[in-house]
C-alpha cells in the first residue's frame, strides 16, 4: 500500500464510510495517518468491578453474564446486560441501543469504558465506549481521541489507523533533511506517527509531537521563502520617480497624517523607488487611516504614467472606495472607473474599455479586477484590500495582469506576530499602530438577555437625538440546536419594540443590488437601526451610528467582534458597544472581558489566538490561515523560530533545492505553493 492510495483501499471502508471520512478531509492514507488525536486518555490503569468509583471514568475488563434486555423508559430504550470478574458482576446500562443486548456474546470478555452511577437506588455502569478483546484492544495504554464527525466513532478511527500503520510498515517518506533532522534533534517521520497514535512513553508521545509541530511550521514556511524568493527573483519592478507628488498629494487631504502613516509612506516609497517589486503589507486596526495611504501610493503611481487598481472583497466595500477616491481623485483630473460583478453588461463594457485604453487610471473593483478578459493599459500598482479574505492565488491573478505591477495589500484585522510570520511569509510588514485624532474611545459593555428592554430604551433614546444603531446577528436561518436569533425574526421583534424607529435589515444572502440599497439608505439616515450578519464587519463607513449591539457575542471571535465595534465611532458623537451573551463558559467570558478592558487591536487579536487557537482565529477556518493540523501557534513559538530558522538555512544552503538530499522537500513546497494547504 502506498501513502498515497485512496482511503477504500483499507479493509472496512465502503462508499458510505469513505464519504463520511471525507467529510473529515480524510481522502488517502496519508490524510488518514495525519488525523492527529485532540486528546488522549489514560486507560493504562484498568480497574477490578469492585474498585469502580462512583460517578468516576472508569475503564474495566468483564465478562459478559448472559443476553441483554431493553425496555422502554418515556422516550428513551434502555438496554441492560450484566457482566462479571473475580471480584464481583455490575449491570451495563445503555441508552437508546437496544441492538446491544445482542451484541455482546455470552462467556466472551471485553473492555468497558464509562461512569458508574446511583440511581434509585441502584448500581448501574453507562456505558460510553466497549470494545472486544484483541479486536484493536485499547485498554492498558494511552488511547487517542480524535476529531470526529457523524457516523465516525473513536472506535472506527482507532482502527483503521492500526490498520493504516500496520500496512504501511514504515513506508512514509522522510522530507526533513538527515543534517536538520541532526542540527535540531528530531525524530524520525514514521516512528513520530506511529507514536502521535499510540505512544507507548510519555517521552516517546512528546519526541513525536516535537518533529511532528517542527515538520508542519518548517514546510509552511519553505514554502512561503520560496514563493518570495520566486517573487524577487528577476521580478524587476517599475521605478518610480516624482517624489515630491507624495508630499503634494498630503495637501489635496482634508486632514494631516499621523506619525504612523507618514512611517509607513516612507517604507512604500523606499520600496517602489528602487527598481525592485514591492510586495507590503499594511497591518492597522479599523480607521486607522489604511486607505489613505493606499490613496496616496495610487496618486504616486498615476503621476508617473502607470494605473492603479484597488480589490476589495465585497460590492460594498468596492462601491465605498470608489466614493472616497472618486471624491478626491475627481477633482485632481483623474479618472476613477468601478469594476463588479453586480453591474449591468452596459457599464461592465465601459469599465472595460476605459481600463483596456488607459483612460481610467484609477480602478476600484471586487475580484472581477483579475478577471479573464480584464486588460490594463499600464498597471503600476496592485491594491487589495482585506488581505485575509485572499489568497496567494489572488495575489498572483493580480500580479499578472501587469508587467510585475507593486503589490501593496492591507488589512484591518489585527494579528500577532507569531500569526503573521505564518500568513504572510511572503510579505513585508508595515503596522499603522496610531489613529488619527480625534477617534474617540467606544464604550464597551457585555450583558446577558436580561438586558433587553433597557438596551431598546437606550437605542430609542439615541435615534430620538438623530442618531443610528447597527443590531448583529451571527445566523440568518433559524437553527434551534444553537438558538440563535435570525436576522429576520430578529428584525420583526425589534419593529414591535422600537416602534418609533425605522428598523430594516441586511444580510450575505441578499442580491448585492438590495444590500447597496439598503446600505446607502441607512448612511442617508433614512434607516434608523440596521440589522445585520457580519457583512457589514467591511462594510459602508457610517459617522451618525454610535450603537453596536451584537448578540450572542460568544460566537464571534474576538478579533471579528473588535472589526465590528470599529463601524461605530467614527463621528463626533459618544459611541457605544454592547455585547449580548448568556455563555456561562469561563473561557467564553474571559473573551468578552478582553474586548471590554481593551481598545488595541494587537492586545485582542493576542488573547485570541491564546484562548481560541489558531484554527478559530478568523471565525471561520477559511478566512485566513491554512489549517494546522497539530501545531499550535501559541504554544509551539519556539518551535516556530526553529523551524523558521531551518528554513532560511536551507534556501542560503541551496536556494533551488537542487541537491540530491533536498529533492523530498523540494517536491513537497511545490505540493503547499500548488494545492489547496496555501490556499491563504
Not at 517521520?189 to 502521535?196: L, M, T, V
Given at each position: 500500500m502506498?501513502?498515497?492510495?485512496?482511503?477504500?483501499?483499507?479493509?472496512?471502508?465502503?462508499?458510505?464510510?469513505?464519504?463520511?471520512?471525507?467529510?473529515?478531509?480524510?481522502?488517502?492514507?496519508?490524510?488518514?495517518?495525519?488525523?492527529?488525536?485532540?486528546?488522549?486518555?489514560?486507560?493504562?490503569?484498568?480497574a477490578?468491578i469492585?474498585?469502580?468509583?462512583?460517578?468516576?471514568e472508569?475503564?474495566?475488563i468483564?465478562?459478559?453474564?448472559?443476553n441483554?434486555?431493553?425496555?422502554?423508559?418515556g422516550?428513551?430504550?434502555?438496554?441492560?446486560l450484566?457482566v462479571?470478574?473475580?471480584?464481583?458482576?455490575?449491570?451495563l446500562?445503555?441508552?437508546?441501543?437496544?441492538?446491544?443486548?445482542?451484541?455482546?456474546?455470552?462467556g466472551?470478555?471485553?473492555?468497558?469504558?464509562?461512569?458508574?452511577?446511583?440511581?434509585?437506588?441502584?448500581k448501574?455502569?453507562?456505558?460510553?465506549?466497549?470494545?472486544g478483546?484483541?479486536e484493536?484492544?485499547?485498554?492498558g495504554?494511552?488511547?487517542?481521541?480524535?476529531?470526529?464527525?457523524?457516523?465516525?466513532?473513536?472506535?472506527?478511527?482507532?482502527g483503521?489507523?492500526e490498520?493504516?500503520?500496520?500496512?504501511?510498515?514504515?513506508?512514509?517518506?522522510?522530507?526533513?533533511?538527515?543534517w536538520?533532522?541532526?542540527?535540531?534533534?528530531?525524530?524520525e517521520?514514521?516512528?513520530?506517527?506511529?507514536?502521535?497514535h499510540?505512544?507507548?512513553?510519555e517521552?516517546?508521545?512528546?519526541?513525536?509531537?516535537?518533529r511532528?509541530?517542527?515538520?508542519e511550521?518548517?514546510?509552511?514556511?519553505?514554502?512561503?521563502?520560496?514563493?518570495?524568493?520566486?517573487?524577487?527573483?528577476?521580478?524587476?519592478?517599475?521605478?518610480?520617480?516624482?517624489?515630491?507628488?507624495?508630499?503634494?498629494?498630503?495637501?489635496?487631504?482634508?486632514f494631516?497624517?499621523t506619525?504612523?502613516?507618514s512611517?509607513?509612506?516612507?517604507?512604500?516609497e523606499e520600496?517602489?523607488?528602487?527598481?525592485?517589486?514591492?510586495?507590503?503589507?499594511?497591518?492597522?486596526?479599523?480607521?486607522?487611516?489604511?486607505t489613505?495611504?493606499?490613496?496616496?501610493?495610487?496618486?504616486?503611481?498615476?503621476?508617473?504614467g502607470?494605473?492603479?487598481?484597488?480589490?476589495?472583497p465585497?460590492?460594498?466595500?468596492a462601491?465605498?472606495?470608489?466614493?472616497s477616491?472618486?471624491?478626491?481623485?475627481?477633482g485632481?483630473?483623474?479618472t476613477t472607473?468601478?469594476?463588479?460583478g453586480g453591474?449591468?453588461?452596459?457599464?461592465?463594457?465601459?469599465?472595460?474599455?476605459k481600463?483596456?485604453?488607459?483612460?481610467?487610471?484609477?480602478?476600484i473593483?471586487?475580484?472581477?479586477?483579475?478577471?479573464?478578459?480584464?486588460?490594463?493599459?499600464?498597471?503600476?500598482?496592485?491594491?487589495?484590500?482585506?488581505q485575509?479574505?485572499?489568497?496567494?492565488?489572488?495575489?498572483?491573478?493580480l500580479?499578472q495582469?501587469?508587467e510585475?505591477?507593486?503589490?501593496?495589500?492591507?488589512?484591518?484585522?489585527?494579528?500577532?506576530?507569531?500569526?503573521?510570520?505564518?500568513?504572510?511569509g511572503?510579505?513585508?510588514?508595515?503596522?499603522?499602530?496610531e489613529?488619527?485624532?480625534?477617534r474617540q474611545?467606544?464604550?464597551?459593555m457585555a450583558?446577558?438577555?436580561?438586558?433587553?428592554?433597557?438596551?431598546?430604551?437606550?437605542?430609542?433614546?439615541?435615534v430620538?437625538q438623530?442618531?443610528?444603531?447597527?443590531?448583529?446577528?451571527?445566523?440568518?436561518?433559524?437553527?434551534?440546536?444553537?438558538?440563535?436569533?435570525?436576522?429576520?425574526?430578529?428584525?420583526?421583534?425589534?419593529?414591535?419594540?422600537?416602534?418609533?424607529c425605522v428598523?430594516?435589515?441586511?444580510?450575505?444572502?441578499?442580491?448585492?443590488?438590495?444590500?447597496?440599497?439598503i446600505?446607502?439608505?441607512?448612511?442617508?439616515?433614512?434607516?434608523h437601526?440596521?440589522?445585520?450578519t457580519?457583512?457589514?464587519?467591511?462594510?459602508?463607513?457610517?459617522?451618525?451610528?454610535?450603537?453596536m449591539?451584537?448578540?450572542?457575542?460568544?460566537?464571534?471571535g474576538?478579533?471579528?467582534?473588535?472589526?465590528?465595534?470599529?463601524?461605530?465611532?467614527?463621528?463626533?458623537?459618544?459611541?457605544?458597544?454592547i455585547?449580548?451573551?448568556d455563555?456561562?463558559?469561563?473561557?467564553a467570558?474571559q473573551?468578552?472581558r478582553?474586548?471590554?478592558?481593551s481598545?488595541?487591536?494587537?492586545?485582542?487579536s493576542e488573547?485570541?489566538?491564546?484562548?481560541?487557537?489558531?484554527?478559530?482565529?478568523?471565525?471561520?477556518?477559511q478566512?485566513?490561515?491554512?489549517?494546522?493540523?497539530?501545531?499550535?501557534?501559541?504554544?509551539?513559538?519556539?518551535?516556530?523560530?526553529?523551524?523558521q530558522?531551518?528554513?532560511?538555512?536551507?534556501?542560503?544552503?541551496?536556494p533551488t533545492?537542487?541537491?540530491?538530499?533536498?529533492?523530498?522537500?523540494?517536491?513537497?513546497?511545490?505540493q503547499?505553493?500548488?494545492?489547496?494547504?496555501?490556499?491563504l
Open positions: 502506498e501513502w498515497t492510495d485512496s482511503i477504500s483501499c483499507l479493509k472496512g471502508i465502503g462508499e458510505q464510510r469513505e464519504k463520511k471520512l471525507n467529510k473529515l478531509g480524510i481522502y488517502t492514507v496519508e490524510d488518514l495517518i495525519t488525523h492527529y488525536p485532540r486528546d488522549y486518555k489514560d486507560r493504562s490503569r484498568l477490578k469492585n474498585e469502580l468509583e462512583l460517578d468516576e472508569n475503564t474495566f468483564a465478562r459478559c453474564k448472559g441483554g434486555e431493553t425496555m422502554k423508559h422516550r428513551f430504550a434502555l438496554t441492560r450484566k462479571m470478574d473475580e471480584t464481583g458482576e455490575v449491570g446500562l445503555w441508552y437508546n441501543q437496544p441492538y446491544m443486548k445482542t451484541t455482546l456474546k455470552p466472551e470478555w471485553y473492555l468497558f469504558t464509562g461512569r458508574l452511577q446511583k440511581k434509585y437506588g441502584r448501574e455502569f453507562s456505558v460510553s465506549e466497549w470494545e478483546i484483541g484493536h484492544f485499547a485498554g495504554r494511552i488511547v487517542p481521541v480524535y476529531p470526529s464527525g457523524e457516523g465516525i466513532s473513536q472506535k472506527m478511527l482507532r483503521l489507523m490498520d493504516a500503520l500496520g500496512l504501511m510498515c514504515g513506508g512514509l517518506p522522510e522530507y526533513i533533511p538527515l536538520i533532522r541532526k542540527e535540531y534533534q528530531l525524530a517521520r514514521n516512528f513520530s506517527i506511529q507514536e502521535i499510540f505512544p507507548k512513553t517521552q516517546s508521545f512528546y519526541d513525536a509531537r516535537r511532528l509541530v517542527f515538520e511550521l518548517f514546510l509552511l514556511q519553505g514554502a512561503l521563502f520560496s514563493l518570495k524568493s520566486f517573487l524577487e527573483k528577476g521580478n524587476n519592478g517599475i521605478l518610480l520617480k516624482k517624489q515630491k507628488s507624495l508630499e503634494m498629494f498630503q495637501q489635496y487631504l482634508p494631516h497624517f506619525n504612523a502613516q512611517r509607513v509612506l516612507k517604507e512604500i520600496d517602489m523607488s528602487t527598481g525592485k517589486q514591492m510586495n507590503r503589507l499594511i497591518q492597522g486596526d479599523v480607521g486607522s487611516g489604511k489613505a495611504v493606499a490613496m496616496a501610493a495610487s496618486y504616486w503611481a498615476i503621476q508617473n502607470y494605473q492603479s487598481v484597488l480589490m476589495a465585497t460590492e460594498v466595500l462601491q465605498q472606495h470608489y466614493q477616491f472618486s471624491s478626491i481623485f475627481e485632481l483630473g483623474i472607473v468601478l469594476l463588479t453591474q449591468t453588461g452596459k457599464e461592465k463594457r465601459s469599465a472595460l474599455e481600463i483596456a485604453s488607459g483612460a481610467a487610471e484609477m480602478i473593483g471586487t475580484h472581477a479586477v483579475i478577471q479573464k478578459g480584464v486588460e490594463y493599459h499600464k498597471l503600476g500598482l496592485a491594491i487589495t484590500d482585506e485575509h479574505r485572499f489568497g496567494v492565488r489572488q495575489r498572483s491573478a500580479n495582469k501587469g510585475a505591477p507593486h503589490i501593496l495589500v492591507m488589512t484591518a484585522t489585527p494579528i500577532p506576530r507569531t500569526l503573521a510570520l505564518i500568513l504572510y511572503d510579505l513585508d510588514v508595515s503596522i499603522i499602530d489613529l488619527p485624532p480625534g474611545t467606544i464604550d464597551t450583558v446577558t438577555s436580561n438586558y433587553h428592554d433597557r438596551i431598546y430604551t437606550f437605542i430609542d433614546k439615541e430620538a438623530g442618531r443610528q444603531a447597527y443590531v448583529i446577528c451571527p445566523m440568518i436561518e433559524e437553527n434551534e440546536k444553537l438558538e440563535l436569533q435570525s436576522v429576520l425574526n430578529f428584525t420583526e421583534e425589534l419593529q414591535q419594540k422600537l416602534k418609533h428598523v430594516s435589515w441586511v444580510h450575505g444572502k441578499m442580491k448585492p443590488k438590495e444590500k447597496q440599497e446600505m446607502e439608505a441607512f448612511a442617508k439616515g433614512e434607516i437601526v440596521l440589522v445585520s457580519t457583512v457589514i464587519e467591511v462594510g459602508i463607513n457610517v459617522p451618525n451610528a454610535v450603537i449591539l451584537i448578540e450572542n457575542a460568544e460566537r464571534f474576538l478579533a471579528q467582534l473588535h472589526q465590528l465595534r470599529g463601524r461605530v465611532g467614527r463621528g463626533s458623537e459618544k459611541s457605544y458597544c455585547l449580548v451573551s455563555a456561562k463558559a469561563k473561557i467570558k473573551r468578552l478582553t474586548l471590554v478592558d481598545q488595541d487591536g494587537f492586545v485582542i488573547m485570541d489566538l491564546k484562548l481560541r487557537g489558531p484554527g478559530e482565529f478568523f471565525g471561520t477556518r478566512h485566513g490561515l491554512p489549517e494546522l493540523k497539530i501545531a499550535n501557534m501559541y504554544q509551539d513559538m519556539p518551535i516556530l523560530i526553529e523551524a530558522k531551518a528554513a532560511e538555512k536551507l534556501l542560503e544552503l541551496d533545492l537542487s541537491l540530491e538530499m533536498h529533492q523530498g522537500i523540494k517536491v513537497r513546497f511545490a503547499l505553493m500548488e494545492g489547496r494547504k496555501l490556499e
